[in-house]
Structures are given as C-alpha cells and as structure tokens.
C-alpha cells in the first residue's frame, strides 16, 4: 500500500478578477480533485476547500497517495474462428495481435462473450508515481476552468486568466518538479506586496496557512472574512454605530485584500440631507465602504474602508478614502436638488415621449394603465382607490429625474423621497417605493396597503403587456423580468391575505395591453384579433378598464381619424396562459416551503380563482395527508373517478333512495349526505382542514361500498344512482382539492 503525503498546489498570479475569484478557486480545487479520482489516485480531503486571495488560488489536501494503484489492462483479440485455421494454428490476424502484445500467440489466454470464444491479452503493470502525473494534472484543471477571456503575456502561446508569477508544488516536503504556463515550480511562495515583499519558505504543505499568515497573507477566505467582520463590527461600535454589512459587499471586499484593516472614515454631515439610499449605494457599489448607521437604522456621517496593509499613519489613508467618495456625494447632492427643484409631478411630463416597449407604447400609457388597474383592485379591496390611482400616476416619475439617471438601483426610492418633498400623503410616498417589492429573491412584500394595490397592479400590467405583446419567456430569456413579476404578484397577493379574483383581473390586465398595442400599431389588429376569442368589445364605447378616460379618450381619436370603428375580443386565452404561468412559478415557491408536488398538483387541478383560497386549500392538503384515513380515501376517490370516467349512463344530480337496495350503499348514502350537509358551513367560510376532517370519516363506509357493492351492475337506474352516489362523494372532496393525486 503507498504512503499518504500531504499536497499543495499554489499558482501565484497578479490580480485576479473580485467577482469571479470564489469561482475560479472553487473550479480549480475541483478540477485537482477531479483529475486525482480519474487516476485513481486516493486522497483523504479531511475538509480541505478551495484557498485563495486576490493573488493567488491554492490546492491544500492533507492526504494523497504517493503513486497510483497498480494499473490493469485487457485487450480484446480475435475470435478462434479467425484466429486459427481448420488445423489450429495461428492466422496472420491472431500472430498480428500477438506480436502488439510483445507475446507469442501460445502466452495469451482465452475468453467468451455473447459470440463465442476469443484470444485476450490481460496484463497488470506498477502504477505511476503521483510526483509524475501531477504537472498533468494542474494543466487539465487550469484548462478546463471557466475564464471567458483568457489573457495572454509574453511571447507564449498559453493564456490564463491573468499572468502567473510564481508556482509552488509539494507533495509532502518534496518539490514536484514541474513547469505549468512557463512556471518552474518550487517551493518559495510570496509574501504580501508591501507588507512582506520577498519569498516565503514552505517547508511542507502543512506549514502552509501559518507561514503565509506570518507574511501578512490569509489565504484561508473564511478566516479572511471573518476578521474584516469582525473589524468592521468593531471599528463601527467604536464610531458609536451599527455597520451595515451586505453578503455581497463582505465578499467582495474579501476578494481585494490580502491582510485586511479597518479604517474609520466620515464624511461632511450636510450630505445626509440626500436619501441615504444614494450615499450608501455611491458607498456599497463604487467603493466597497461599510456604511455606518445609528440605532434607529439611518445614516450617520461615519463609513468604514478596509485597507490591504497596517498603515503606520492611518489618518493619511482615511483622508484618501474621504477624499474619493466626496465627489461622488457631492455630484448625489447635485442631483438631489435639482430634482426637488423641478418636483416630483412635473417629472412625470416626460413620461410621454419615454418607450416602455415599442408593440406597448410610451412609460406614460403604462402609468395610466396600472392606476386604472388600482384603482379597480383598491375599490374590490376596500382601500382608498383615490389614494392608489393618485400613488400610480407619480409611481415612475422619477424614472426622469436626475438621480434615477445616476443611481438606476432608486427607483421607487427617490420617488417616495420627492413625493414628501412634493407635499404627497405618506401613504402615497411609501406606496411608490413599495411599489417595486419584492425586489429581489427573498424580499419582503409591500407592506402597506397603497403599496400592495400598487405592487399588484404594477406586476398584473407588466405580465399582461408581456405575454400580449408576445414577450413569453422562453430558455433564459426574459428580457421584462416576467418570471420574477409572477411570483412577486403571486407572493403579495397570497401573503397579504387578499381574496382577489385572479383570472378576471388577468383578463382585465390583457384586455387593455391590447387596446395598447392596437393604439400603438393599427396593422398588429388581425393578429391581436386571433388571440382574442369571445365577446366582442367596442373599443369606442368600452375600454374595459373600469373607464380609463386616458385609454378610452386616446383610443377614440386615434380611430376616428381614421374614419373606421375597432372591435376587439375578449382576453380569455392569453389570460389562461398567463394563470398556468403564474402557476408554475408557485409551484416552485411552494417547493421551498417544503409542500410536496402532490399536494400542489391537488390544488392547481381545480385552478381556483383565487391565490389566496388557493394556499389556504394548499394548507388544508397538508394536514389531511397526515391523517391515517387519507390514503385510502384518495385511493378510492381515484377510483370513484376511474368509475365515473367510464359511465356509460347519464348520472342524475340527486340520489334516489328506493333504489338503494343495498345496507351498504344505504349506509354510505347517509353518511355522504350527513357530511355534506355538516360541511356545509365550513366549505361556505373556506374552512377546508374542517371539511377534509370531517370527510376523512367517511372511510368506513366508503372502504365497506367497494368491499361489496358491485357499481357496474346490469340495471341502468340502479347502476345510474350508484354512481350519482360515488359522484356526490367526489364532488364533495373536490369542492376542496382533487384529493386522488395524493395516492402514490
């Protein structure tokens, strides 16, 4: 058995790119790794992982074999019917095979397949040493990494992400000698670039981590980023603050440094007069600063920089962070003031000549599209459709002020400040910026009740627009974000508890996305025409939008000069679409929730009108699977409608009770019927774990009916009002979901 020796691959290089470094160092540990187990080489990974900075990527694996296992071959010959002739000896083929094998034709052995017998040469051979794949070994790693643009150096033919300066190989205390991309390994790593600027001795791969650590290097990236943490922590407390630390901005402040040190830094306390939202986006994006902000969550005038050494005057390098970010808050402050100088409505002016999308018109149709839409769903919800149609018509105002323009990231944001500014309700102002939730995975919904209105009829126009248009997602293309849209409307609506009427809405939303595209090119009519199958609607009397003058006033012009009256078709088909897209997404929304695709598939076959209704059903799925009765009752519900599927009789709506001859679908009977009318009440307030509670206690009867009933009998009423019972039954379950996918 070989001996098991440490491993270190370290490829020193000049700096490498911050947002794909985690990659690159995850691709190139996987590759080493990869490349051992084709050898077969063994190695103990012991929690090894993936070590770097911004000038190197490391390979450190505490164990690996020393050489390969020994290697065994077999070659497949001829068989005997070619390799020897009718008197047994050997044929030019077998002699040909035999002299590749470095063998006489006696030495091979036989063996038999499918076909019969043949010759086959069978060898076993040392396996090779580790030192001599390894060179190997790092180049089909490097290669196969994901770099888009390999840079080239030099006067060579190979590239690599960016050049390489330096190459350590150990395998154990013994140098690998090797070359990789014009690099002659050793064993002399490199220090940090001004804080230890020579070679560094590595005695053995073990003695790696702690003597880079003593040249100012950590090359471990969780030991990196949690001392910039807890510096940042610190620095922040020191200040009399809380740091703001994203995921995003730590990770990519851990890919700049090398040696990381806190700087406390501030800034001129009149540029907190400007949304902290810029301050911190100008902080966060352009400058990989830590924002420091006060108990309550608002910004103070203090910021954190992480420097790559330890300065010995560490106000010099807190001046030169100060003196980066002024002008860019100062151009911020700039364009704050301006903007409140022009004001948030008349901003809004310039909606008119802004394309939304060209089949869809300017930014200001779809304004006045989603305030038709709030102020509808408002009214339906019992909130201000005043305040929600005034909250639509500023809600993309500030797409045209100056800080929008500078900061893409603020929309919703600036508007809500310019909104008070402006003298707007703060319901109005908080509702814009809400607008935009979720705006991300994993953010919170709309959270007043302007802004969920708006959140919703902002997402239903945009999906409707879309899909109208024929901007369906299709792969990875979504250029309008429509997947995201659909959860985000699918989230709000649900988790805001609000019973909506989702299809009729959808139907309304697409409706006026034709009118739109109708409006914005007459010669897309006919096509529109065969997407639109039903009720015709006029489109000088109706708009369908609950009486958008804006919509219905542009729309009768723009017809009249043409001296001709439009009609268009309902939206039904497109909307349909539009719900199963809407569906898909929950489906994997609730997947993350832990509900099982069976559960869902329960729900989503009844399509209920409602998102809401639908994750309450979804609920109630749930907690009658658990119970012991619920596979056997889906079971026989898929069979009652396997049974019903095939009736070959018209099956009445009522049971008729002389025509129970039977105690057991007597019994049955009396007991469906009682259930339906105890569930009632519970189906009516949408009390569906009640209804699947009490349903569930119907098992008895039902398993005694199939144990002994024959429903399929010859006598056409009997055979009809068995299944008019069956069916009653099954309704009763699918009054709350079609409980039979439950059944495996």
């Known amino acids: 058995m070989s001996e098991m020796k440490p491993l270190l691959i370290e490829l020193g290089t000049e700096e490498l790119p911050v947002k794909a470094l985690p990659g690159l160092a995850q691709a190139f540990f996987d590759g080493v790794i990869d490349a051992l187990q084709k050898r077969g080489i063994d190695f103990d990974r012991a929690n090894a992982k993936p070590l770097y900075t911004p000038r190197r990527l ?16 077999e ?64 180049r089909e790693s490097l290669a196969a990494m994901p770099i888009p643009k390999p840079m080239r150096w030099g006067d060579h033919d190979y590239a690599f ?38 070679s560094v001795w590595v005695n053995n791969p073990g003695d790696y981590i702690d003597a880079l650590r003593g040249a100012h290097v950590l090359v471990d990236s969780d030991e990196r980023r949690a001392r910039i943490e807890q510096q940042v922590r610190d620095t922040a407390t020191k200040a009399g603050g809380v740091a703001r630390i994203t ?28 949304p902290q939202e810029a301050l911190i986006a100008t902080m966060e994006a352009n400058q990989k600063f830590f924002p420091v902000l006060d108990d309550g969550g608002k910004l103070t005038e203090h910021f954190i920089g992480i420097a790559n050494i330890e300065s010995q005057d560490v106000s010099e390098v807190s001046k030169g962070y100060e003196r980066v970010i002024r002008p860019r808050f100062s151009d911020a402050k700039f364009f704050f003031d ?46 201000d459709p005043v305040l929600a149609r005034r909250a639509a018509e500023l809600s993309k105002n500030d797409l045209q002020s100056r800080m929008v323009n500078e900061f893409p990231e603020l929309q919703g944001i600036a508007g809500r400040h310019y909104a008070t500014a402006s003298g707007e309700s703060s319901e109005i102002a908080l509702a814009i910026d809400e607008s935009y939730q979720p705006r991300f995975a994993g953010d919170d919904i709309a959270l007043s009740p302007t802004g969920k209105v708006l959140a919703i009829a902002e997402r239903l126009d945009t999906l409707a627009g879309g899909f109208a248009a024929g901007l369906k997602p299709t ?5 309008f974000a429509l997947r995201r849209n659909a959860l985000g409307l699918a989230r709000t609506i649900i988790e805001s508890g609000f019973n909506l009427d989702l299809p009729n809405l959808l139907a309304s939303s697409v409706l006026q996305s034709s009118l739109a595209l109708a409006a914005n090119a007459p010669a897309q009519t006919d096509k529109i025409k065969e997407h639109f199958k039903g009720t015709a609607v006029s489109v000088a009397t109706e708009t369908g939008t609950g009486g958008d003058d804006f919509i219905s006033t542009h729309l009768s012009k723009h017809f009249a000069d043409k001296g001709h009256e439009i009609h268009f078709m309902t939206s039904a088909p497109i909307a349909a679409d539009l719900y199963d897209f809407i569906l898909d997404r929950l489906r994997g929304y609730y997947a993350d929730k832990g509900a099982p695709a069976s559960h869902f598939n329960a729900v989503a076959e009844l399509r209920p ?9 979804l609920d109630a799925i749930g907690q009658f699977a658990a119970l012991p009765e619920a596979e056997a009752l889906a079971a026989a519900n898929k069979r009652i409608n396997n049974i019903l599927k095939k009736a070959d009789v ?62 399929n009998v010859d006598e056409p009423a009997i055979r009809a009002n068995r299944l008019a019972l069956l069916k009653r039954l099954a309704d009763r379950f699918r009054a709350v979901a079609a409980i039979e996918h439950l059944s495996s």
């Open 58 to 73: 490391a390979v450190l694996l505490p164990g690996v074999s020393t050489e390969q296992p020994e290697q065994s071959s």
């Open 75 to 138: 070659v497949l010959g001829p068989y005997l019917n070619i390799a020897l002739d009718a008197e047994g000896q050997p044929t030019k083929a077998l002699q040909g095979f035999a002299a590749k094998a470095g063998l006489d034709w006696s030495q091979l052995e036989r063996t038999t397949d499918a076909k019969g017998e043949r010759f086959v040469h069978r060898s076993n051979k040392p396996g090779a040493k580790t030192a001599d794949l390894l060179a190997d070994i790092v």
């Open 161 to 198: 992400a960016r050049p390489v300066h330096w190459l350590v190989m150990l395998l154990g205390k013994d140098v690998v000698d090797a070359e990789v991309l014009g690099v002659r390994s050793d064993r002399m790593s490199r220090g940090h670039r001004f804080e230890h600027d020579k």
């Open 247 to 274: 995921e995003d901005n730590l990770e990519q402040v851990n890919c700049l440094v090398e040696w990381p040190s806190a700087v406390l830094c501030s800034f001129e306390p009149e540029f907190l007069a400007v």
């Open 338 to 383: 301006e903007d409140l100088k022009q004001g948030l409505v008349s901003m809004g002016d310039g909606l008119k000549t802004v394309t939304y999308q060209a089949k869809l018109g300017s930014v200001a149709y779809k304004v006045a599209r989603v305030a038709a839409l709030a102020e509808t769903i408002a009214k339906e919800l019992g909130f």
């Open 475 to 479: 792969g990875n293309k979504d250029p």
């Open 609 to 617: 009108h409602s998102l809401y209704d639908f994750d309450t059903r």
């Open 650 to 711: 018209e099956i009445p709506h009522a049971i008729d009770r002389g025509l129970l001859n039977d105690p057991v679908e007597s019994a049955l009977a009396e007991a469906v019927e009682a259930a339906i009318g105890d569930t009632d009440e519970a189906l009516h307030h949408h009390d569906y774990i009640s209804v699947l509670s009490r349903l569930a206690l119907l098992r008895p009867q039902v398993d005694a009916f199939f144990d002994s009933v024959m429903v």
